[in-house]
């Protein structure tokens, strides 16, 4: 069964830095496109960076210069590292990817997301 798993999430103080991470496993042939979404309560879900599987990143105008995202084909990960996290950053985040699976056939699969809370 393919899914993704992340991790890392957690309670910081304005200021801090926090990593989440998110493992792809299962009968995977292939990883392409990758990225972390955020929703926060009564708000529309945004995008907060993605890579494609050539490296290129691209970031939400709000991170930029703060956030950064990274990959690590062998191990099926994505991280996103977050750093001068602002309370405007709580939200529960969910990365994404684009996996080929059985059949050569690329599908889209989510995690569960993963609650980061910025406060002091």
């Known amino acids: 069964q393919v899914q993704l798993v992340e991790s890392g999430g957690g309670l910081v103080q304005p200021g801090g830095s926090l990593r989440v991470s998110c493992v792809a496993s299962?009968?995977?042939?292939?990883?392409?496109?990758m990225g972390w979404y955020r929703q926060a309560p009564g708000k529309q879900r945004e995008l907060v960076a993605d890579?494609?599987?050539?490296?290129?990143?691209n970031y939400a105008d709000s991170v930029k210069g703060r956030f950064t995202i990274s990959r690590d084909n062998a191990k099926n990960t994505v991280y996103l590292q977050m750093n001068s996290l602002k309370p405007e950053d709580t939200a529960v985040y969910s990365c994404?990817?684009?996996?080929?699976?059985?059949?050569?056939?690329?599908?889209?699969?989510w995690g569960q997301g993963t609650q980061v809370t910025v406060s002091s």
């Open positions: 994404y990817a684009d996996l080929l699976i059985v059949g050569n056939q690329l599908r889209n699969y």
């Open positions: 299962g009968s995977i042939f292939g990883i392409y496109g």
């Open positions: 890579i494609s599987s050539a490296g290129s990143k």
